[in-house]
């Protein structure tokens, strides 16, 4: 994505804590509001003024958190694929294939299984359960090669857990469910502008989840981006660009 951003932009990708390339802590906490912290610590130690997030799954819950709570820092933000509804909402529109997979990764116990000692992320089912299309043999490895440490799997099971939806089909009572609950809240009252990408027919933001936002966003362009599933930056990359593009031009 980076390249096809105009160039007089100051583009900074950030890795989180035990994802990509960056550092696994000890203690195996990669909890939301960690994850918050190193986002904050790091807008702060490089003095980062009226940024724009571009923002997705895991960082679109931290950056969503941090449009809500520094708002005065904040121009602008485009996702996509995120969680930006309320427990019950969200629950309803995922695709059974999530939800089956929620309800034998929702214990701890299963958790590690499937996701520790089974690989599930950097298998190739996992691959293809996000891209929702054919990819090369080649490309595989950059997906799967951040999980062949397997200390390194401990990031999704340590992390937000969605699965625990899972238990009360989204109605009762949880962290998670709360997390979203106040994502949710922040969001319909923001007036922060927002750029918001859908395709059909996603993973995490399917129709209800579009309907939810074009119901509620108060400050919002949406672009629709045809077929796609959940890495869309990867599906559609130059279409998402010159869209982010002609938005972030257009803004005040």
């Given at each position: 994505m980076i390249p096809n951003i105009d160039s007089n932009k100051k583009v900074i990708a950030l890795d989180?804590?035990?994802?990509?390339?960056?550092?696994?802590?000890?203690?195996?906490?990669?909890?939301?509001?960690?994850?918050?912290?190193?986002l904050t610590d790091f807008i702060e130690a490089k003095q980062l003024k009226n940024v724009t997030l571009f923002i997705q799954d895991l960082g679109s819950i931290v950056g969503m958190l941090y449009a809500i709570r520094a708002p005065q820092?904040?121009?602008?933000?485009?996702?996509?694929?995120?969680?930006?509804?309320?427990a019950e909402v969200m629950y309803n529109q995922l695709p059974f294939s999530f939800k089956a997979f929620m309800r034998i990764t929702r214990t701890q116990k299963g958790n590690e299984k499937w996701m520790v000692k089974r690989n599930f992320a950097g298998k190739k089912l996992a691959v293809n359960f996000c891209t929702g299309r054919k990819l090369p043999k080649e490309a595989y490895k950059y997906?799967?090669?951040?999980?062949?440490?397997?200390?390194?799997?401990?990031a999704i099971t340590n992390g937000p857990d969605p699965?625990?939806?899972?238990?009360?089909?989204?109605?009762g009572e949880s962290e998670f469910a709360t997390l979203l609950d106040t994502i949710s809240n922040g969001m319909k009252e923001t007036q922060i502008p927002i750029l918001?990408?859908?395709a059909k027919k996603g993973l995490v933001n399917r129709k209800k989840a579009v309907e939810y936002a074009k119901e509620n966003f108060k400050n919002a362009t949406y672009i629709y981006l045809g077929?796609?599933?959940?890495?869309?930056?990867?599906?559609?990359?130059?279409?998402?660009s010159q869209k982010f593009n002609e938005w972030y031009g257009a803004l005040q």
């Open positions: 989180f804590l035990g994802f990509g390339k960056s550092s696994f802590p000890i203690d195996r906490n990669v909890s939301v509001e960690v994850q918050y912290k190193m820092n904040v121009k602008a933000m485009a996702l996509f694929e995120a969680p930006f509804m309320p997906y799967t090669e951040p999980w062949d440490e397997k200390e390194r799997r401990y699965a625990v939806l899972s238990y009360t089909k989204g109605k918001y990408f859908y077929k796609g599933k959940h890495f869309l930056t990867e599906s559609h990359p130059k279409q998402m």
